[in-house]
Structures are given as C-alpha cells and as structure tokens.
C-alpha cells in the first residue's frame, strides 16, 4: 500500500483548524474524512485527495436534492483563500449544530412515520437516515433497511447511496 507524506485526516484537520469557527474536521459514514464549512449562503465539504495532492469542494453539503457540484484540482492555500476572502463572514459553530440537531428530530420523527406505515415487523429495520430527497418514496426522503444495507448504499425506494460526491 503506497503511503502518502501527508494523510488526509491531518490535512483535513489543519484546513478546520486553518477556518475556524466556519468549519469543523469529521468523517463520513464511508470513513472519508473531510471539512464542512458554513457560508452565509451554502453548506461546502472540502476533501483531501493524497494520491493527487488536492483538494475537490463540494457543494451543496448535505445535498437536499441529490447532487452536488464540485470545484477541484486546489491547493490548500486557495481553499482557505476561497472561503476566507471569497465568502465573507461566516456563521459560528453553534448555530451550526443547531440546525443539526433540529435535522435529528426531523429524521426522528420520519422514522416514527415510517414505522407506522410498514407496520412493526417490517418498519424495524428500515429507516430515514438521510435528508436525501427521494421521488420515489412516500416520504420524499431515502430510506435505507439497516440490517440488510448497513453501508446505505440502496435506497429502498429510488436505490441510490447515502453517500452521493
């Protein structure tokens, strides 16, 4: 296995360190590590790829509609560039984690719905796990069934992944 002078956990770590307030380091359920950065306007990603040492944004974070747009091929100076200059001020951290735990609810409360209308034996297993929407499904949201898919890669209804970049 090719081993990489600088990983992209540690890159992704200093980007967030780099942003501040704006960002925050996590991981992906598919173990991908990489920045979320809030601007006024839009929710970015931002992913180190060591094999080509450069940065790809994505956008929208979070992904309402199912599909992203990407900027790539930057460097780790015009990242911190783009969104220290390019985007003005950025909202703090907790109203950032705010709105997360305002999604939490939803998905919680989709769950429940979800429960009663495939009924307890089947309703146990699948679950709103996402904010994807999803025209095929009764809810609009992709459901995913956690016993049989736990890497949510097929949507019960439109069979798309959790994961969309």
Same mark, same amino acid.
């Given at each position: 296995?090719?081993?990489?002078?600088?990983?992209? #956990?540690?890159?992704?770590? #200093? *980007? %967030?360190?780099?942003?501040?307030?704006?960002?925050?380091? #996590?991981?992906?359920? %598919?173990?991908?590590?990489?920045? !979320?950065?809030?601007?006024?306007?839009? *929710?970015?990603? %931002?992913?180190?790829?060591?094999?080509?040492?450069?940065?790809?944004?994505?956008?929208?974070?979070?992904?309402?509609?199912?599909?992203?747009?990407?900027? #790539?091929?930057?460097?780790?100076?015009?990242?911190?560039? =783009?969104? &220290?200059?390019?985007?003005?001020?950025?909202?703090?951290?907790?109203?950032? =984690?705010?709105?997360?735990?305002?999604?939490?609810?939803?998905?919680?409360?989709?769950?429940?719905?979800?429960? &009663?209308? +495939?009924?307890?034996?089947?309703?146990? =297993?699948?679950? !709103? !796990?996402?904010?994807?929407?999803?025209?095929?499904?009764?809810?609009? +949201?992709?459901?995913?069934? *956690?016993? *049989?898919?736990? %890497?949510?890669?097929?949507?019960?209804?439109?069979?798309?992944?959790?994961?969309?970049?």
């Amino acid at each position: 296995m090719e081993r990489y002078k600088v990983s992209p #956990r540690e890159e992704c770590s #200093r *980007l %967030a360190k780099e942003l501040g307030d704006m960002a925050y380091f #996590r991981i992906s359920y %598919a173990n991908t590590s990489h920045v !979320v950065i809030a601007t006024p306007d839009e *929710l970015y990603s %931002a992913c180190y790829f060591a094999s080509q040492d450069n940065w790809t944004i994505f956008y929208p974070y979070g992904g309402h509609s199912g599909k992203q747009d990407k900027i #790539r091929g930057k460097t780790f100076d015009e990242v911190v560039e =783009f969104f &220290k200059e390019g985007q003005g001020h950025m909202p703090d951290r907790e109203k950032i =984690f705010d709105i997360k735990r305002k999604i939490a609810v939803l998905v919680a409360e989709g769950n429940a719905i979800l429960d &009663k209308y +495939l009924g307890e034996d089947e309703g146990q =297993f699948h679950k !709103v !796990v996402t904010t994807w929407e999803c025209p095929e499904s009764p809810f609009g +949201l992709c459901v995913y069934n *956690l016993v *049989l898919d736990r %890497a949510k890669d097929d949507c019960i209804y439109c069979h798309h992944p959790y994961e969309r970049k």
